[in-house]
């Protein structure tokens, strides 16, 4: 029996995206550095093409630039990034968040409430590192897109949410107030399950503005 495409395993190429998705927005790599194609399938084990295609979905992305006879380079975070990031997140996470309680399915809440309990879990936790922290950021705020049932509005959140993160992530160590920070979601993720779109579209712009906020506050 054929696998069908919602089981089927991701391309290699996929795969290769996904990886260098997260070491590009946790900063990983770092900001400004080269990458080789070559090196970069010996890394992960797979083929030039692959990585080919991954680096050219990241360059939609904004993650990683290539210029001409140069190469490719991971993006550098500016900082005046901050405020036309937020513009967009300001408008767009409220609408996300009251979509997902409007529409969530049943399966979508069951997801949401074991996210709900990994953050109380995570976030009053010492030992949890600041990596960890910013992983479980991204993972909640993709249910929350996943939840909307709109393609779009999820692409487009997740774009701009790995570019926060970028931005977070250059400042982990100067922002001691990171577990609180993730921990806010427990409200949000509880709206959207009981399905308030207004607390929910509330608790969403509580949070981007509170992001903004901390950032500029040690800059």
Same mark, same amino acid.
């Given at each position: 029996?054929?696998? =069908?495409?919602?089981?089927?395993?991701?391309?290699?190429?996929?795969?290769?995206?996904?990886?260098?998705?997260? +070491?590009?927005?946790?900063? +990983?790599?770092?900001?400004?550095?080269? &990458?080789?194609?070559? +090196?970069?399938?010996?890394?992960?084990?797979? !083929?030039?093409?692959?990585?080919?295609?991954?680096?050219?979905? &990241?360059?939609?992305?904004?993650?990683?630039?290539?210029?001409?006879?140069? !190469?490719?380079?991971?993006?550098?975070?500016?900082?005046?990034?901050? !405020?036309?990031? =937020?513009?967009?997140?300001? +408008? &767009?996470?409220?609408? *996300?968040?009251?979509?997902?309680?409007?529409?969530?399915? *049943?399966?979508?809440?069951?997801?949401?409430?074991?996210?709900?309990?990994?953050?109380?879990?995570?976030?009053?936790?010492? %030992?949890?590192?600041?990596?960890?922290?910013?992983?479980?950021?991204?993972?909640?705020?993709?249910?929350?897109?996943?939840?909307?049932?709109?393609?779009?509005?999820? %692409?487009?959140?997740?774009?701009?949410?790995?570019?926060?993160?970028?931005?977070?992530? &250059?400042?982990?160590?100067?922002?001691?107030?990171?577990? !609180?920070?993730?921990?806010?979601? =427990? /409200?949000?993720?509880?709206?959207?399950?009981?399905?308030?779109? /207004?607390?929910?579209?509330?608790?969403?712009?509580?949070?981007?503005?509170?992001?903004?906020? *901390?950032?500029?506050?040690?800059?």
């Amino acid at each position: 029996m054929p696998v =069908s495409s919602a089981t089927a395993a991701p391309s290699l190429a996929e795969q290769a995206y996904r990886t260098l998705t997260d +070491q590009l927005v946790t900063l +990983q790599i770092r900001p400004g550095s080269p &990458l080789n194609d070559e +090196q970069l399938a010996r890394e992960l084990g797979v !083929g030039r093409t692959p990585v080919r295609e991954a680096l050219k979905r &990241l360059e939609a992305d904004r993650l990683v630039v290539a210029y001409p006879r140069r !190469g490719t380079f991971a993006t550098e975070v500016h900082l005046t990034d901050l !405020g036309h990031v =937020s513009e967009v997140r300001r +408008q &767009l996470e409220p609408l *996300a968040a009251a979509a997902a309680a409007r529409r969530s399915t *049943a399966a979508d809440r069951e997801l949401l409430a074991g996210l709900a309990d990994l953050v109380a879990e995570r976030s009053g936790q010492p %030992s949890t590192t600041p990596l960890e922290l910013m992983r479980l950021d991204l993972r909640l705020h993709r249910a929350v897109y996943a939840a909307t049932g709109n393609p779009y509005l999820e %692409s487009t959140l997740v774009g701009y949410d790995n570019l926060a993160t970028r931005i977070w992530c &250059l400042f982990l160590g100067r922002l001691p107030g990171l577990a !609180g920070h993730v921990g806010e979601h =427990s /409200e949000l993720l509880s709206a959207v399950i009981d399905g308030d779109a /207004e607390r929910a579209a509330a608790c969403a712009t509580d949070h981007v503005t509170g992001f903004e906020i *901390a950032i500029r506050a040690v800059l």
